[in-house]
């Protein structure tokens, strides 16, 4: 089997046809005009998502307990609430890091500060868990309750996927194609471990009785007039096509049942076995670093984050850090895996990117709790981002969205932008060499985020 899979080799002719959650009677609409001549850097993109909304606070953006005080609450309207929280994995929840201040409940992604841009300070300008999924995914603001515009994974699958096997696979995650080609829209699996029955080799015949079936059908293929015939040619190739993917079994790169030696050290370094959700982020990784996908994204499956009583205090980051934890996996995993180009490893050719769709308020509820708040925040790592830095903030007083200078990423009040989730994907789209705005977002270039 080659390294990487294409998605010539895989859909030629009619090979798609056991993979119909894909629609393949749109699989071969043409490239839209504006994409087709484009130089696009050879990138790949993982986006993980923990529903409900982070407290940022336990996290990305906490405030130092010594200052934001219960007694300073009245100032700062900032109320940490670190001495209710439960289950910190240090003292105090609280860590000076290189990167400043963050949140310890950011477990194993704090081993790989050398490698992300934390964004902070993102607005959200809603409280409504719908429309601020709906941003996040679409890099729109809504028109509705239902997706109205084609979304991000889409877009980029339709202008990095072209020769992918499956260029996108939307995992638990909503997505939704309106105007890219057909290959662009995902295969929807629920699971990361459902991508393997959905591959896996499926025929009542031996491997001789296979291969006696392709003899036969070889020799009627030369005959004249099926030489002639270019639908009888094109039949032919899908044939070959599809017999040697059975030949292949390539759904086995993605059989957690596997001993296979590679698998098993995969598995181990996701501890799969202990927590069975890391099956996803494992499925993601591996998609990518087979050349099966070029974008994959997925809502983790980890109970919400949307917990407005005082049960926050022990699960808003015990949750949160199991989502960290499956970013930093990720990101090891792909830094580890050498890219078949001999140049770099995966890690420098994928974007990765942990979301939720806003945050919590810094204030606790009547029930002891924390609501929706309009503030966000995103971990990046890899491709073209810039390692190692915090861009953004939010304010001092309520946390709210601070403006920001787009070349240096520093808090400018006077002359700065405020972050909005569209921000960060017309970034992105910057970054992989798409000129203009075809998707019609409307963000603004953050500099300050690309290496």
């Not at 994995?89 to 194993?108: A, R, Y």
């Not at 995992?171 to 959905?198: C, D, E, F, H, V």
């Not at 830095?389 to 001092?396: N, R, T």
């Amino acid at each position: 089997m080659s390294d990487r899979w294409t998605r010539r080799d895989f859909l030629a002719g009619g090979a798609a046809a056991g993979l119909s959650a894909l629609g393949a009677a749109s699989l071969y609409s043409p490239r839209v005009d504006a994409a087709e001549q484009l130089e696009l850097a050879d990138r790949s993109v993982i986006i993980l998502e923990m529903t409900g909304g982070w407290d940022l606070l336990l996290s990305l953006d906490p405030r130092d307990p010594s200052v934001f005080t219960q007694d300073a609450v009245g100032q700062t309207l900032i109320d940490p609430q670190y001495g209710r929280v439960q289950n910190a994995p240090t003292p105090g929840v609280v860590l000076d890091t290189g990167l400043g201040l963050l949140g310890s409940f950011m477990g194993e992604a704090l081993q790989h500060l050398d490698k992300v841009s934390i964004v902070r300070g993102i607005s959200m300008e809603t409280l409504a868990h719908a429309t601020a999924r709906q941003r996040m995914v679409t890099g729109r603001v809504p028109d509705g309750v239902e997706l109205s515009h084609t979304t991000i994974d889409v877009w980029l699958s339709s202008w990095l996927g072209q020769d992918a096997v499956i260029p996108n696979i939307a995992i638990s995650r909503p997505s939704k194609n309106l105007t890219q080609p057909g290959y662009a829209t995902p295969l929807r699996l629920t699971s990361g471990a459902q991508l393997y029955s959905t591959m896996a080799r499926s025929s009542p015949l031996s491997a001789a009785q296979e291969s006696a079936i392709q003899g036969f059908l070889r020799e009627q293929q030369a005959c004249p007039s099926a030489m002639a015939s270019s639908v009888k040619r094109q039949a032919d190739t899908s044939r070959e096509t599809i017999a040697g993917l059975m030949a292949q079994d390539l759904g086995e790169q993605f059989n957690l049942s596997s001993q296979e030696p590679g698998l098993v050290a995969l598995k181990e370094h996701y501890n799969v076995a202990q927590e069975p959700f890391m099956a996803t982020p494992l499925i993601a990784a591996q998609a990518v670093k087979t050349g099966l996908s070029r974008v994959v994204g997925a809502r983790l499956s980890l109970p919400t984050l949307d917990d407005h009583g005082a049960t926050w205090a022990a699960n808003n980051g015990t949750t949160q850090m199991q989502g960290f934890n499956a970013f930093a996996r990720v990101v090891a995993d792909l830094e580890s895996s050498a890219h078949p180009s001999g140049e770099g490893s995966w890690l420098d050719r994928t974007t990765v990117i942990l979301t939720s769709e806003f945050s919590r308020t810094p204030l606790v509820n009547a029930d002891d709790g924390r609501d929706h708040w309009l503030m966000n925040a995103m971990l990046l790592a890899g491709g073209d981002i810039k390692a190692g830095q915090v861009i953004g903030a939010s304010s001092d007083v309520g946390m709210f969205p601070l403006p920001v200078d787009l070349q240096t990423g520093a808090v400018d009040i006077l002359n700065g932008e405020i972050l909005v989730p569209e921000d960060i994907w017309h970034t992105l789209f910057y970054s992989i060499g798409i000129a203009g705005d075809p998707a019609n977002l409307k963000g603004k270039t953050l500099h300050a985020l690309l290496a």
